[in-house]
């Protein structure tokens, strides 16, 4: 990202230098010309910055009873107050509103610039899992904050969040959470934790790759007005391709108030995304840290070439992936791999609680995971299938094709999930003329 953060910040000192340049009377070859600006930059100067008419009360913790603080204008592009979403809206602005000019060329759509376009989204989804790896590492959160100190050390929540040496940032329902943490002023250093942005970003990715309808991002205009009203759009409109019907689409749960004050006078339908119990949600219970994309589902789902009928969702590394050895895949070489697994007689360890866990958490808890495995009376065929993998161009028996199915459920419990939202499926699929009912997750074998 720091290319195109040191282009943003161009941006800012171009407009800096712009205004700099028109405030000095000795650059002017009329002085009525300097007067006019200067009556004017003041003026505004004084709605910007000195008129503080909208307030919230601050809260460090969730037992905060708060301070009540006042901002101004100018406020609203940086302060405390919902700097969270500030921060996720500078970086859509990057994405989705100059970043989709990268896909023209003299307002020529180019088709074949897409799958750039989708790859460093899947990319910068996977540094946003990264940088929430500060609500279990302190070694990185402090690092941080040393940086940020001389811009917002005086900031309501700051030294608690300094002097703090425990976990934060976990939501209520998780066992790690601690009601004292300074969760809320954690929440503020970063762009819409917990998913809410990079949810964001792969919706509207889904929505681009399965061809669906037309996108108009309404993420950075959240509050259409009128002299007396609002109204609170979803984050996306689509405009379908086979039913010409405008869809909503609001990403997040509990937002049900929110979409009926927007149907009801626009008569646009708006579909709810579940992002609590989406795939690419999945913190491991071992570590506290996000499982992200992994390699093949990236360069898979950036693949806009190929037509595919119907969305991938779970993808069973043992018997699919071809990037690793069955070795490799089996000692815990790629960090994207996921082992979930109900606790069973051959499988009574701690993390069989049929949750999504890192694979390579699993190993370094108890190693004798790796021996379940080799050991298995199953265990030949996958050396078969791993066989077909390594050697790419190889066409596949059609009489073996049932036993590598047979595997890929035995061998289940190790996989990795593509970008997949039921809901969307279904207008996918109404695009196809296929009406069937949509699954919201594949089962575990």
Known sequence: MKSLFEKLNLLSTHLTVLDKTFRKKSNYSTENDYKIYKENVNEFERLVKNDKLKYNIMKVDDSDEGEKIHYSFAEE??????????????????????????????????????????????????????????????????????????????????????KWKDVVGFPVTDKRYKKNAPNLYFDSLLPKTAGGLWHEILVYCFILKYDIGYIFPMLLTQKPISLRNKLSPPDLIVLHHKTLRYYGIEIGNLKERQSGGFMAPSGIPVIPIDTRNARMSDRCPSCGKWIGICTKVIMEFSETEVDISRPANEIRCLTDCELFSLRDKIDGKCPYMKFKHKKQNRWNYKFADNKHHHYKCCLSINSNVRSQITKSKNFKQLTKIDSYLRKKHDTISPEFLPVIEKTRKQFSFIKTHSIYYPELVSLHRLNRGNYEQVEETESDE
Do not use: H
């Open 77 to 162: 592009i940086y302060s405390q107050n919902d700097r969270q979403m500030k921060l996720a809206d500078a970086l859509e602005y990057l994405l989705f509103s100059r970043g989709v000019y990268y896909l023209f060329q003299s307002n020529r759509f180019q088709k074949e610039r897409v799958s750039k376009f989708i790859e460093l989204n899947l990319r910068f989804v996977n540094m946003l899992m990264i940088y929430e790896t500060l609500t279990v590492d302190q070694k990185l959160r402090k690092a941080l904050l040393s940086k940020l100190k001389p811009y917002i050390k005086n900031e309501r929540g700051f030294s608690r969040l300094s």
